[in-house]
C-alpha cells in the first residue's frame, strides 16, 4: 500500500481543522482558492441544475403519457425538451464528475496540495456559473426551440425563440470546460507525488486526464460552431442557410465534431469512477490494468473520427458514411475491453455490495447495453431506420443516464465519507440505488421498442399504438425521480447526524484514503512517496487496519 | 385499447425484409454479449461474495493471451456485421432505371407531393405494389425528413439540394408517414400516410381529377416563359450551353473540373450560375433565384429528362 510517512491522523485531529472548518463564512466560500471546496460549490451547483433539468423531464414523460398533447402546447413541449437537454448536457453531465468530484479528487490521488492553477480553478467555476445561470434565465424566461443540437437553418433563419441567449449561455460554459481540462493536464503532468509514474496513476486519473485533452480540443470547435450560428443569425452571414448561399450540413459536422467526442466527456470520468469502486469492493487489483488505461486513451482519440455517424440519412456521401460507420464500430473495441476487464476484476475476488458497488455494478450492465445499441445504430442500414426515433433516445440514455449517472452517484456515495466526514445511511443508499437500476429500465427499455415501432423522437403528439409502452416509460420516470430525491435527503441528513467516518472507512488503497476525513486544506500532513501500483488490495488476508 | 398492443410496424417494401434479418441478426449478437457479460457478474457476485468458501488462489491480474482474444473476436463478428448492413445500405441507394418517380417538396409543416403526370397530393402518396419508386426531395425551408417506418427507410429532405429515396412497395394498405427530423412548432404533426394499392387500382386513380399537364410539360412552358430557350435553343444567337439530353452527360467546366450532370447541377445551374460555367462559355447566364418556386425548378428539370428521352430515341 502507498503510505504516506503519517497516514494514521487520530480522529480528534480530523476534527480539530479541515477543510470545512477552515472557513464558515459565505465570503470564505466565494473566495476559497482551495480545489476541495470549489469542487463542493461544483456539487451543489450542477445538483440544483440537475433537478431543474429533471423537473422538464417530469413534465416531458407526464405529457406523453397520452398521444394527443393535452398538457402543454407544441412550442411549450418543444421548448421543454430543449431545455432538458441543454441544461443536462452542458450545465450537469460534462461537468459532473470531472469539475465535482475530479477537483476534489485529482490531487489528492496524485499526492499533490491542489490543482496547478486554484485561482484558475475558481474562476472556472465562476465562469460556470454565469453561463448557467444566463442559460437558465434565456430558457426559463422565454424558452428556445431548436432542441438542444440547434441544427441550422432552423436555429439561424426560422426559430423565433430566444436562441441567441442560450447559445451566448452555452458559449460561456465552454470555457469553464476549457480551463478545467487545461488545469488537470498541467496538474497531473507536473505534480504527481514522487514515485508516482504513469503507470502508478489511479484510472479515475487516467480518464480525466484523457477527458481533459478532449474538453481542452474539441470545446473550441463548439464554441466557434456557435459564434458563425449567431453570425447568420444576427447579421444574415451565410454559412448554413442555403438561401444565403450557405450549407446546412457544415453546421452538423461542425456540431458533431464537438458533441460526439461530449457524449466521451461524460462516460470516460464514469468509467474512472468504476474502476475505483469495483476493485475496492471486490478487494482485487483492476484486471489488466495496462490495457485499461490504453483503452482511455483509445477512446478519447478514436471519438474525434466518429462524428459522421450522426448523418448517415442526411444526404452525405455513401462512401463518406460508410467510412463513419467502420470506424464506429472500431471505437467499440476499448469500451468492450473495459467492460471485459471490470467483469474479469471480479473473478476469484471477495466481493460487499455496498450502495457505490451496486451502482459501480449497475453501470456496468447499463453501459454495455447501451454500447450494444450503439454497434446496432452504426450499422448504415439499420441506421436508416432507427436513427431520429425513440432508439437512438433510448441508446443515448443508457449511455448517459445509466452509464454517467450512475457511475456519478455511485463517486458520490463512494467518497461522501471522505468528502463529508460522516457515513450515510447504507441501507437507504442501497434502496435508492436499486429504485434508480429499475426505474432507469422500466424509463428507457421501452424507448427501444417505441423506436424499433417507428416513433420518430422529439414528437409532442403520437399515433395511440404507441401508449402503452409510452405509459411503461412515464411509469418508470416516476420511480426514477423517487430514486434521484431519496440520496439528496439521506445524504443532507448524514452531513449532520451520520456517524463520523474515520479515515478510510471503506479499506480502500488510494492516496486520497490516506489522509483524514474531512481532509485537511492542505491535504496531506508530509507530500506522500509512492512505491506501489494504485490498486494493492488482497482478497484473502486483508491487511488493511480495521477501523 | 387493442391497437396498443401493435406497435411493431409492418414489413411493406423490398427493404423492409432484408433490414429486419439484419436486425435479428445483430440482435442475436449483441443479446449474446450482453447475457454473457450479465451472466458472469451475476455468477462471480454470487460465487466470490464475501464468505464464501470459493477458490480464491492465484487471483490474476491481467492474462495477455485472454485479453487479446476477446479483442479479436468480438472484432472479427462485428465486421462482418459491418460488412453486411454497409452493402445493404449501398444497395438503398442503387434505385433501378424503371423507378416512377415522385417530386417532393417540403414546407413547415406539410408535404407535397407530385406524380410524373402532374397528380397532386398533399401529406399523402399513392404507389402502385410493387412498382419502384424514386422519390426526388428538397425544401422550401429547414430540414425534415421522409420516413416511413414500414418500408425502414428515412431520409433527410435539405433545402438548398435534392435528395433521392427508393422503394418497392410489397404489400398494400395504409402506412404512416411522418418526418423524422425536429422542423419546429408542428414537427410532430407533419405526416400522413402512404398508401399502396394494386396497380390497376393506381392506374386509375392516377388519372382522375388531374386537369394539370404532366411534369414535364409544365417544365417546357416554364422553359420558354422564363426565356431559357430564347438563348440554349439551337438556333439562338447567345452562345449557350445545348441543353439537350443534358441529365446524365459528362460536362467540363471552365476551372477544369469535370462533373456528370445530374437534378443538383442543374438546380446549381439555375439559381447559381457563376458556380459551375461550362468550358468554353461565357458566365453570362442570370441568376433565377427568387423567379422560381421548388416546383417549377423540379418541372423544368424534368423537361430536361424526357428531352434527353427523346434526344436518344431519336437518335437510335
Known amino acids: 500500500m502507498p503510505a504516506p510517512a503519517n497516514s494514521t491522523a487520530s480522529p480528534a485531529a480530523a476534527t480539530a481543522s479541515n477543510y470545512l472548518t477552515e472557513g464558515t463564512t459565505l465570503k470564505s466560500w466565494l473566495t476559497t482558492y482551495d480545489h476541495k471546496r470549489i469542487a463542493l460549490l461544483y456539487l451543489v451547483s450542477i445538483t440544483a441544475f440537475f433537478f431543474i433539468g429533471g423537473a422538464a423531464a417530469t413534465l416531458i414523460r407526464l405529457e406523453l403519457a397520452t398521444p394527443a398533447g393535452d398538457l402543454v402546447t407544441h412550442d411549450t413541449y418543444n421548448k421543454l425538451f430543449t431545455m432538458h437537454g441543454v441544461i443536462m448536457v452542458w450545465l450537469f453531465l460534462i461537468p459532473s464528475i470531472p469539475s465535482a468530484l475530479g477537483n476534489f479528487l485529482m490531487p489528492m490521488m496524485i499526492g499533490a496540495r491542489d490543482l496547478a492553477f486554484p485561482r484558475l480553478n475558481l474562476a472556472s467555476w465562476y465562469i460556470y456559473v454565469a453561463g448557467g445561470i444566463f442559460t437558465i434565465a434565456a430558457l426559463i424566461a422565454g424558452g428556445v426551440d431548436t432542441g438542444w443540437t440547434f441544427y441550422t437553418p432552423f436555429s439561424t433563419m426560422f426559430s423565433n425563440t430566444h436562441v441567441i441567449l442560450v447559445l451566448v449561455g452555452v458559449f460561456i460554459v465552454g470555457f469553464s470546460s476549457i480551463l478545467t481540462g487545461l488545469n488537470f493536464i498541467v496538474t497531473v503532468h507536473t505534480m504527481r507525488a514522487p514515485g508516482m509514474g504513469w503507470f502508478r496513476l489511479p484510472l479515475f486519473v487516467w480518464a480525466n486526464y484523457a477527458t481533459s485533452i478532449i474538453l481542452v480540443l474539441a470545446t473550441p470547435v463548439l464554441a466557434m460552431t456557435l459564434l458563425l450560428v449567431a453570425a447568420e443569425r444576427l447579421f444574415g452571414l451565410g454559412i448554413f442557410d442555403p438561401a444565403l448561399g450557405g450549407d446546412p450540413l457544415l453546421f452538423q459536422h461542425l456540431f458533431w465534431f464537438y458533441s460526439h467526442p461530449a457524449v466521451y466527456i461524460m462516460v470516460l470520468p464514469a468509467m474512472g469512477v468504476v474502476s475505483e469502486i469495483i476493485p475496492c469492493f471486490a478487494r482485487k487489483r483492476v484486471f489488466g490494468y495496462r490495457f485499461m488505461a490504453y483503452a482511455i486513451l483509445g477512446i478519447a482519440v478514436f471519438g474525434f473520427m466518429v462524428w459522421g455517424h450522426h448523418m448517415f440519412v442526411s444526404g452525405s456521401s455513401v462512401y463518406g458514411n460508410m467510412v463513419f460507420s467502420l470506424l464506429s464500430f472500431l471505437v467499440a473495441i476499448p469500451s468492450a475491453i473495459k467492460v471485459f476487464n471490470w467483469t474479469a476484476t471480479l473473478y476469484k475476488g471477495s466481493i460487499t455490495f455496498s450502495a457505490p458497488m451496486l451502482y459501480a455494478l449497475g453501470f456496468v450492465g447499463l453501459f454495455t447495453i447501451g454500447g450494444l445499441t450503439g454497434l446496432i445504430l452504426a450499422s448504415l442500414a439499420i441506421d436508416v431506420h432507427l436513427t431520429d426515433t425513440y432508439f437512438v433516445v433510448a441508446h443515448f440514455h443508457y449511455i448517459m443516464v445509466g452509464g454517467a449517472v450512475m457511475a456519478y452517484l455511485g463517486g458520490v456515495h463512494f467518497w461522501w465519507p471522505k468528502i463529508s466526514g460522516r457515513l450515510y445511511p447504507e441501507s437507504w443508499g442501497r434502496v435508492a440505488a436499486l429504485l434508480i437500476f429499475f426505474g432507469f429500465n422500466l424509463t428507457f427499455f421501452p424507448q427501444y421498442l417505441l423506436g424499433y415501432g417507428g416513433m420518430p423522437r422529439r414528437y409532442h403528439t403520437y399515433p395511440p399504438e404507441f401508449q402503452l409502452l409510452n405509459i411503461l416509460s412515464s411509469a418508470g420516470a416516476s420511480i426514477l425521480a423517487m430514486g434521484y430525491l431519496l440520496p439528496l435527503g439521506y445524504l443532507g441528513w448524514s452531513l449532520f447526524y451520520g456517524k463520523r467516518a474515520g479515515s478510510n472507512p471503506w479499506r480502500a488503497t488510494g492516496l486520497e484514503w490516506q489522509t483524514p476525513s474531512p481532509p485537511p486544506t492542505e491535504n496531506f500532513a508530509h507530500p506522500p512517496v509512492v512505491s506501489t501500483g494504485p490498486y494493492e488490495y488482497e482478497p484473502q488476508t486483508g491487511t488493511e487496519l480495521p477501523q | ?316
Open chain 2, 1 to 316: 385499447m387493442i391497437e396498443m398492443f401493435h406497435f411493431l410496424p409492418a414489413s411493406a417494401s423490398g427493404a423492409a425484409a432484408r433490414f429486419d434479418l439484419l436486425m435479428l441478426a445483430l440482435m442475436l449478437l449483441t443479446g449474446a454479449v450482453a447475457l454473457a457479460v450479465t451472466l458472469l457478474i451475476v455468477w462471480f457476485s454470487f460465487h466470490y461474495r464475501k464468505g464464501s468458501g470459493a477458490d480464491r488462489s492465484d487471483a490474476p491480474a491481467g492474462n495477455r493471451i485472454i485479453e487479446v482474444a476477446w479483442i479479436v473476436t468480438p472484432l472479427l463478428l462485428f465486421m462482418g456485421m459491418y460488412v453486411w448492413a454497409a452493402y445493404d445500405y449501398a444497395q438503398l441507394y442503387r434505385g433501378p432505371a424503371n423507378a416512377m418517380p415522385v417530386f417532393v417538396v417540403a414546407k413547415q409543416w406539410m408535404w407535397k407531393l407530385e406524380h410524373a403526370n402532374g397528380h397532386r397530393e398533399i401529406d399523402e402518396l399513392h404507389v402502385p405494389l410493387g412498382q419502384p419508386m424514386r422519390l426526388v426531395m428538397t425544401s422550401q425551408d429547414v430540414i425534415h425528413s421522409f420516413y416511413v417506418p414500414a418500408f425502414r427507410i428515412k431520409q433527410d429532405v435539405v433545402p438548398g439540394r435534392y435528395t433521392t429515396l427508393w422503394f418497392t412497395p410489397t404489400r398494400t394498405g395504409e402506412f404512416h408517414l411522418f418526418c423524422a427530423e425536429y422542423c419546429g412548432t408542428e414537427h410532430s404533426v407533419m405526416g400522413g400516410r402512404i398508401v399502396v394499392m394494386p396497380p390497376a387500382d393506381f392506374t386509375r386513380w392516377l388519372q382522375q381529377g388531374t386537369s394539370q399537364p404532366g411534369i414535364a410539360a409544365h417544365g417546357f412552358e416554364l422553359f420558354r416563359r422564363h426565356g431559357c430557350s430564347g438563348c440554349h435553343s439551337a438556333g439562338s444567337s447567345v452562345h449557350a450551353p445545348d441543353l439537350n439530353g443534358l441529365l446524365g452527360r459528362t460536362v467540363h467546366l471552365q476551372d477544369g473540373r469535370t462533373l456528370v450532370a445530374d437534378e443538383n447541377y442543374i438546380r446549381d445551374s439555375m439559381l447559381l450560375p457563376k458556380k459551375d460555367v461550362v468550358a468554353g462559355f461565357e458566365p453570362i447566364m442570370p441568376s433565377f433565384a427568387g423567379q422560381l418556386s421548388e416546383e417549377e425548378i423540379m418541372a423544368i428539370i424534368e423537361y430536361l429528362r424526357q428531352t434527353g428521352a427523346e434526344h436518344a430515341s431519336a437518335s437510335k
